[in-house]
């Protein structure tokens, strides 16, 4: 590892000058409140955007829950990370420091020091003791204490290293819960080794330089009690700004004073949580598993585990995600938490195959049946009483008549007798066919327009990308969206050329060739045709062709470089309009469009205003002229994808508003060569062409009472509090829908979420999805902590620190991060965990992981201030987390990085993935990197030279050619096994991703370097291990 060690300065170790980082400034002020709201005491709510969770204790079983019946919601409790359903764990305040005391590893829950047998495996137990520090790890969960005789199991104990170098002491093995049966099946586990003990984890770290390391509780001594009170400052406690011998954020500047102090030790990196070990235990215990949703609260596996899920009454986790599994019982629970209680809600995600396809109900004219209050449509959670007659709403508890069409009997259970004939009686996820009155003036819709839009400028036939398209677009106009089993998409296609005007064309299946029209007064935009304008392709076949192939020659010769964009996106939009039909603009862009026109915009870039409070200006549309735009194209369901071939500043801030508030994509090439990036731009293009998408859609969430729905992010629009308006949503695009409670939660009832979508599909039918879930309540943060999603939290993170951007400084946003991380796990230290050494950073078993990944949070492009990075590049980034799922945020914020030298040809497996470090390379090594944007192979110098001439056909590794756009076709089982891999790859994300060939050493290595996110960033951020250290630095200032 190149990161130094620390110094145990008084409370905290130092980061050694030169470690790259983020500004200065964290930890100057304790920001607790949300973006842009009021700080607020430890204990008070947070009033914006990175909200506080209460934490609640989950029953496994959903007692007395009104809808379904007892076999529909079973005894089953899988949960994210390993722990024993049931254990109950007292909570216990952390003592105060006690010197003279050892080091002491204690298990989660215990409440008594004596001396127990030594039965866990050492899964999460190295203990790497420095000078004046010590690092340990031990699973958190137990109900019993390591006693100090406790005996070592593992490896052999290797003697300490004697000078700077830091101890390394074996595992130290925990005792398993009382009695409680271990979450691992006894096969993942090493042979001779008893399963390891679930919920929790230690990890210590050098404490206070007065007295020793560890600390344990002193008889006669009380326990902490919790965080004392604070004078002064901003939220009435001691300033925790830029103290003598504190560091400001690791890879800050030290100042004079901090520099003082012994040479540092190195941290072991393999004693901290690893997210590769993490995925890979996930998927030991649970790949290719059945996951049935019959069960409230269940936990579902991890987004990078592979099952079978069985819809029993509640959704997929494929279409809903939740930051927890179980919601805090009350506001109060919530507000001491800070876990963000939200759900992640992807309404057209993609089934596999072996799942079974939504079920679409009629209910004839009438339409679907709802509750007379809440409006809430017929689900699992509808309970019916009176022998059939009336049914009891699971949201309002309206009671409510049952039309006579749908009346049937209960069985001795009280369930109806057709329960499992009715989807929506027995499933979490269905649709309706909607009626009359669900569409716009009454009117059944048409089916929708494709509308392609091609920047015929200077820059984009120089490049050839105009005939690229038009040679494409002649194949993929086959392969248009259709209904499941129509023959042909009913789907209308239209064409426009433009650069300073624009040119539409008449393709009327009549015409022997195809018609231009002229509209060059760009100030008044309108069609200037109706008829003949949006065609049907298999009718127009002869003449589209025509087009295709003239529009290439017909502006070969052309030298207007300059281009409008707002007009474009208008005279799509009144095409829509004046077919009366929803439509989607494909446009093919090229550069700042700053020809006099609409929407004409200016280079605004400033990398002045880089770390200043004036940085949220480059995030910021220039003018409100798009916001309007954007507006009108969602009334008239007018989505707009953009793809963009810049080759310098373009804007992206403004340009992407429309696409983003439409429910649209952007899509980036930069300088973009044919030779290189043709296959790129090729297979997103078709992508997005093809993708399941649904049209006009709105979508609301309604709950029972206790919490509702505050709090929306994605690309969306709202016009009101309640209601997201998309003019499409595709199979890609996922919503985060944050919860705030109104009042108490039931915990005999749960949390009832229900999801409405309102579309219409491409064949022009109007359609209701509907997607219902269930979630436990409970008023004990140990069910709260061990029912999170840490790869659901992130997401929620994500987006609402890159929404209030626009707002707030960076700086501001990235304190309340790294604030709110360290809240919500001083909180769990605080309520769950038992008592300990002050020097022991404690998390949570299913939240050990939020540390790096939110490390990786804050050195992503958007939220680092560098001037560095381009202002398009952050701008892009930011819109495409905006509308990730749970999946997407989660390769992003932690790529993969699989070594292809240790691929086995015969199996259709990846290679094992490793930690995402410059450490993990090695020089005879070839490894492949992604995240879902990205992909890279790096070549290390002393590669293999079997595997070199297997995969690039070349002798020696000095005759690689790194310009190549794709891997060479070969018959030989080291290129067949890498090429499938990375189809593979592509083919799980909605982005296709560009391979980036590099060797080791070579300059341009520096691009791959960046995406190894356990490393000090290249631009600033620190590294995993310095980012762990400040965070617990963080947790002890709150204990304190």
């Given at each position: ?14 980061a ?10 964290f ?8 973006y ?5 005491p430890y204990?008070?709510a947070?009033?914006?955007l990175?909200?506080p969770?209460?934490s609640?204790?989950?029953p ?5 829950h009104?809808?379904?019946a007892?076999?529909q919601f079973g005894q089953?409790h899988?949960?994210?990370g390993i722990y ?12 105060p ?14 409440n008594?020091?004596?001396?127990y ?8 137990t ?7 520090g010590?690092m ?7 109900s ?6 406790s005996?070592?199991?593992?490896p052999?104990?290797r003697?300490?290293f ?5 101890q390394?002491l074996?595992?130290?093995?925990s ?11 006894a ?14 984890m ?15 509780q002193v ?10 009170p ?6 009435g406690?001691?300033q ?5 011998n504190y560091?400001a ?19 072991d990196?393999?004693s ?7 995925i890979e235990?996930d ?5 290719g598993?059945?996951?049935?949703t ?5 936990v579902?596996p991890?987004?990078?585990t592979?099952?079978v899920?069985?819809?029993?009454g509640n959704a997929?986790?494929?279409f809903i995600?939740c930051?927890?599994?179980c919601?805090?019982s009350t506001a ?6 800070q876990?963000?209680?939200a ?10 195959p ?14 679907p ?9 017929m689900?699992?959670l509808?309970q019916?009483i009176?022998g059939?007659?009336?049914?009891q709403c ?5 009671v ?5 069409f749908y009346f049937?009997?209960?069985d001795?259970?009280?369930?109806r007798?057709?329960h499992?004939d ?8 269905y649709?309706?066919?909607?009626t009359?009155?669900y569409c ?6 048409n089916?929708?327009?494709f509308?392609?839009?091609?920047d ?5 036939i120089?490049?050839g990308c105009?005939?690229?398209i ?9 392969k ?15 064409f426009v ?14 015409l022997?060739q195809?018609?231009?029209m002229?509209?060059?007064?760009v100030g008044?935009m309108f ?7 949006l065609?049907?392709v298999?009718e127009?076949?002869?003449v589209?062709?025509?087009?295709l192939d003239?529009i ?27 077919a009366e039909?929803s439509g989607?603009?494909f ?7 700053t ?7 200016k280079n605004r870039d ?7 409070d004036k940085e ?9 002229f798009?916001e309007t ?6 009334a008239?369901s007018?989505?707009?994808d ?10 992206v801030?403004t ?10 994509s952007v899509?980036?090439?930069?300088n ?10 090729l297979?997103?293009?078709?992508k ?8 006009d859609?709105i979508?609301?969430?309604?709950t029972?009472?206790?919490?509702r729905?505050?709090d ?5 629009y ?5 209601d ?6 595709d199979?890609d695009?996922?919503i ?10 039931n915990?005999?009832?749960?949390a009832?979420?229900?999801?409405a ?6 064949a022009g039918?109007?359609r209701l999805?509907?997607?219902n ?8 943060h140990?069910?709260l902590?061990?029912?999170?999603e840490?790869d659901?939290l992130i ?6 620190a890159?929404?209030?951007i626009?707002?707030?400084p960076?700086k ?9 991380t360290?809240?919500i796990?001083a ?8 008592p300990?050494s002050?020097?022991q950073?404690?998390l949570?078993e299913?939240?050990?992981?939020l540390?790096?990944y ?6 992503s492009?958007v939220l680092?201030g560098?001037?560095?990075?381009p202002?398009?590049?952050?701008a892009?980034?930011?819109l ?9 945020t989660?390769s992003?914020?932690y790529?993969?990085?699989?070594p ?10 990846f ?9 993990r390379?090695a020089d005879g090594?070839?490894?492949?990197l992604?995240n ?7 070549l290390?110098?002393n590669?293999q030279?079997e595997l070199?001439?297997?995969i ?11 310009d ?7 018959d030989?089982p080291?290129?067949?096994?890498i ?9 799980q994300?909605?982005?296709?991703m560009?391979l980036i060939?590099?060797?080791q ?10 995406f190894?996110?356990?490393d000090k ?5 620190a ?6 250290c ?11």
């Amino acid at each position: 590892m190149s990161q130094q060690g620390y110094v145990a300065t008084p409370p905290y170790s130092q980061a050694k000058p030169g470690l790259g980082g983020y500004s200065t400034g964290f930890g100057s002020q304790p920001h607790y409140a949300h973006y842009g709201g009021t700080g607020q005491p430890y204990s008070a709510a947070q009033a914006g955007l990175l909200k506080p969770v209460p934490s609640p204790h989950v029953p496994s079983v959903s007692a007395g829950h009104p809808p379904p019946a007892p076999s529909q919601f079973g005894q089953t409790h899988l949960q994210n990370g390993i722990y024993n359903p049931g254990n109950q764990m007292p909570s216990y305040a952390a003592p105060p420091p006690c010197s003279g005391q050892t080091a002491l590893l204690q298990s989660h829950g215990s409440n008594s020091l004596s001396n127990y047998q030594n039965t866990a495996p050492p899964l999460f137990t190295q203990q790497v003791t420095s000078q004046l520090g010590a690092m340990q790890l031990s699973d958190h969960g137990s109900s019993q204490a390591h006693p100090q005789s406790s005996p070592l199991s593992g490896p052999p104990f290797r003697p300490p290293f004697q000078g700077s170098q830091p101890q390394l002491l074996p595992p130290i093995s925990s005792p398993t819960s009382q009695g409680l049966p271990s979450a691992v099946p006894a096969a993942t586990v090493p042979p001779g080794m008893p399963p390891p003990s679930p919920v929790g984890m230690h990890v210590g770290l050098a404490g206070p330089n007065q007295g020793s390391v560890g600390y344990q509780q002193v008889p006669g001594q009380p326990p902490m009690t919790g965080y004392l009170p604070q004078q002064g400052g901003m939220y009435g406690g001691q300033q925790r700004g830029l103290q003598p011998n504190y560091p400001a954020y690791p890879g800050a500047s030290a100042t004079g004073a901090q520099l003082a102090g012994p040479q540092q030790k190195k941290l072991d990196p393999d004693s901290i949580p690893s997210p590769i070990q993490v995925i890979e235990e996930d998927k030991l215990r649970r790949s290719g598993q059945l996951f049935v949703t019959n069960t409230r609260g269940q936990v579902p596996p991890l987004v990078t585990t592979n099952c079978v899920v069985q819809d029993q009454g509640n959704a997929s986790p494929r279409f809903i995600r939740c930051t927890t599994y179980c919601f805090p019982s009350t506001a109060d629970m919530a507000k001491q938490s800070q876990i963000p209680l939200a759900a992640v809600i992807k309404p057209f995600a993609i089934l596999p195959p072996n799942e079974a396809p939504l079920c679409v109900v009629s209910h004839g004219e009438s339409g679907p049946i709802r509750c007379n209050r809440c409006k809430a449509y017929m689900c699992p959670l509808m309970q019916f009483i009176e022998g059939g007659r009336r049914y009891q709403c699971g949201f309002c508890n309206c009671v409510n008549e049952v039309p006579p069409f749908y009346f049937q009997h209960l069985d001795h259970i009280g369930r109806r007798l057709d329960h499992y004939d009715k989807p929506e009686l027995s499933l979490g996820s269905y649709e309706f066919m909607a009626t009359l009155d669900y569409c716009k003036n009454s009117k059944p819709p048409n089916p929708p327009a494709f509308i392609f839009m091609i920047d015929v400028s200077y820059c984009n036939i120089k490049s050839g990308c105009v005939k690229l398209i038009c040679e494409e677009l002649k194949t993929l106009l086959d392969k248009l969206p259709r209904e499941d089993q129509a023959e042909t998409s009913a789907i209308r296609v239209g064409f426009v050329t433009y650069n300073k005007v624009l040119h539409f064309y008449n393709l009327k299946s009549s015409l022997a060739q195809p018609q231009m029209m002229v509209v060059s007064d760009v100030g008044e935009m309108f069609v200037p045709l109706l008829d003949g304008f949006l065609v049907n392709v298999h009718e127009s076949r002869p003449v589209i062709n025509n087009l295709l192939d003239q529009i290439p020659e017909m502006f070969a010769d052309t030298s207007e470089s300059e281009t409008v964009f707002a007009p474009v996106i208008q005279a799509g939009l009144e095409a829509v309009k004046a077919a009366e039909c929803s439509g989607k603009l494909f446009i093919f862009h090229s550069s700042l469009p700053t020809a006099e026109a609409p929407g004409k915009l200016k280079n605004r870039d400033d990398k002045k205003l880089v770390n200043t409070d004036k940085e949220k200006i480059l995030f910021q549309p220039q003018s409100h002229f798009y916001e309007t735009l954007a507006k009108d194209c969602v009334a008239n369901s007018c989505c707009v994808d953009v793809f963009l071939f810049p080759n310098q500043y373009v804007d992206v801030t403004t340009m992407g508003i429309v696409p983003m508030s439409t429910g649209g994509s952007v899509y980036k090439y930069n300088n973009f060569q044919i030779q290189t990036d043709a296959e790129h731009f090729l297979n997103n293009l078709r992508k997005d062409v093809q993708k399941p998408i649904g049209f006009d859609a709105i979508m609301r969430v309604r709950t029972n009472t206790g919490f509702r729905a505050t709090d929306f992010l994605g690309s969306m629009y709202m016009n009101n509090t309640t209601d997201v308006e998309v003019a499409a949503i595709d199979c890609d695009k996922a919503i985060t829908v944050e919860f705030k409670h109104d009042d108490k939660l039931n915990e005999e009832n749960g949390a009832l979420i229900q999801c409405a979508l309102l579309y219409t599909n491409v064949a022009g039918h109007r359609r209701l999805r509907i997607h219902n879930l269930t979630l436990n309540c409970s008023s004990q943060h140990a069910d709260l902590y061990k029912s999170c999603e840490t790869d659901a939290l992130i997401n929620f993170f994500a987006k609402s620190a890159y929404r209030a951007i626009l707002n707030q400084p960076l700086k501001t946003v990235r304190e309340i991060l790294v604030n709110q991380t360290a809240h919500i796990l001083a909180c769990y230290r605080k309520n769950c965990a038992s008592p300990s050494s002050a020097g022991q950073l404690i998390l949570p078993e299913a939240m050990k992981l939020l540390p790096v990944y939110m490390n990786n949070l804050l050195k992503s492009y958007v939220l680092l201030g560098s001037p560095d990075l381009p202002t398009d590049e952050r701008a892009f980034q930011r819109l495409l987390v905006t509308s990730m799922d749970v999946v997407g945020t989660q390769s992003f914020f932690y790529p993969r990085l699989l070594p292809i030298h240790k691929m086995d040809v015969n199996s259709e497996e990846f290679p094992a993935a490793v930690r995402c470090s410059e450490e993990r390379l090695a020089d005879g090594g070839i490894f492949l990197l992604e995240n879902g944007i990205n992909m890279f192979l790096w070549l290390g110098l002393n590669s293999q030279p079997e595997l070199i001439q297997g995969i690039f056909n070349v002798p020696s590794f000095a005759h690689i050619n790194t310009d190549l756009a794709s891997l060479p076709e070969l018959d030989n089982p080291y290129s067949r096994k890498i090429r499938s891999i990375i189809a593979n790859i592509r083919n799980q994300n909605p982005y296709s991703m560009k391979l980036i060939i590099l060797k080791q050493k070579d300059k341009s290595e520096g691009i791959f370097r960046q995406f190894l996110m356990e490393d000090k960033g290249l631009h600033g951020g620190a590294s995993y291990v310095d980012f762990l250290c400040y965070v617990h630095k963080e947790i002890r200032q709150l204990l304190t």
